[in-house]
Antibody, heavy 119, light 106 residues
Framework: EVQLVESGGGLVQPGGSLRLSCAASGFTFSSYWMHWVRQAPGKGLVWVSRINSDGSSTSYADSVKGRFTISRDNAKNTLYLQMNSLRAEDTAVYYC????????????WGQGTLVTVSS | EIVMTQSPATLSVSPGERATLSCRASQSVSSNLAWYQQKPGQAPRLLIYGASTRATGIPARFSGSGSGTEFTLTISSLQSEDFAVYYCQQYNNWYTFGQGTKLEIK
């Protein structure tokens, strides 16, 4: 069974940093591209970042470019999102999601981890 | 950026009836369109990809159609577990989601 479990969320002050993790199991993690998607309270889904299967290529939404860094450790079956210079508008539930092998849709999602940026 | 617009924002339908949800793209996304279902406090679940292909384990009452800029998700006979928020997503040019349609019980 495919499982994605996020961790690392919490309360952080504006300008602070946080690193999210997403532990994957039930599939060959190293074969799949992975994504981070966020959802502000009561709002819709917004794509944040993407990484290819071996970690050599990354992409970001303009809203987080230069502040967030996506990475992965295929030996540990874990995806990361390093978030720096956090702003109030980064407050959201952050989901990791697997990129489908047959299309670019997101076929499995974690349960999400809440990041709150507030003083 | 491709903007995805869903309508209506809220749809009230009785159990057993048919629901039709719409999604429009600001420019052609070919058939690179997915639909997701999200229930309160849960992660989204993939329903449809490639505009019309059901994801693994999705019941046949869910169907998708369209290409280019106009897409439709149809739920043929609503079950109680289908009342949720539905999002469309294009993955033709990066990734953008619609704002969602809340399907509520009438």
């Amino acid at each position: 069974e495919v499982q994605l479990v996020e961790s690392g969320g919490g309360l952080v002050q504006p300008g602070g940093s946080l690193r999210l993790s997403c532990a994957a199991s039930g599939f060959t993690f190293s074969s799949y591209w992975m994504h981070w998607v966020r959802q502000a309270p009561g709002k819709g889904l917004v794509w944040v970042s993407r990484i290819n299967s071996d970690g050599s290529s990354t992409s970001y939404a303009d809203s987080v470019k230069g502040r967030f860094t996506i990475s992965r450790d295929n030996a540990k079956n874990t995806l990361y999102l390093q978030m720096n210079s956090l702003r109030a508008e980064d407050t959201a539930v952050y989901y990791c999601a697997r990129d489908s092998a047959t299309a670019d849709s997101f076929d499995y999602w974690g349960q999400g981890t809440l990041v709150t940026v507030s003083s | 950026e491709i903007v995805m617009t869903q309508s209506p924002a809220t749809l009230s339908v009785s159990p057993g009836e048919r629901a039709t949800l719409s999604c429009r793209a600001s420019q052609s996304v070919s058939s690179n369109l997915a639909w997701y279902q999200q229930k309160p406090g849960q992660a989204p679940r993939l329903l449809i990809y490639g505009a019309s292909t059901r994801a693994t384990g999705i019941p046949a009452r869910f169907s998708g159609s369209g290409s280019g800029t106009e897409f439709t998700l149809t739920i043929s006979s609503l079950q109680s577990e289908d009342f949720a928020v539905y999002y469309c997503q294009q993955y033709n040019n990066w990734y953008t989601f619609g704002q969602g349609t809340k399907l509520e019980i009438k």
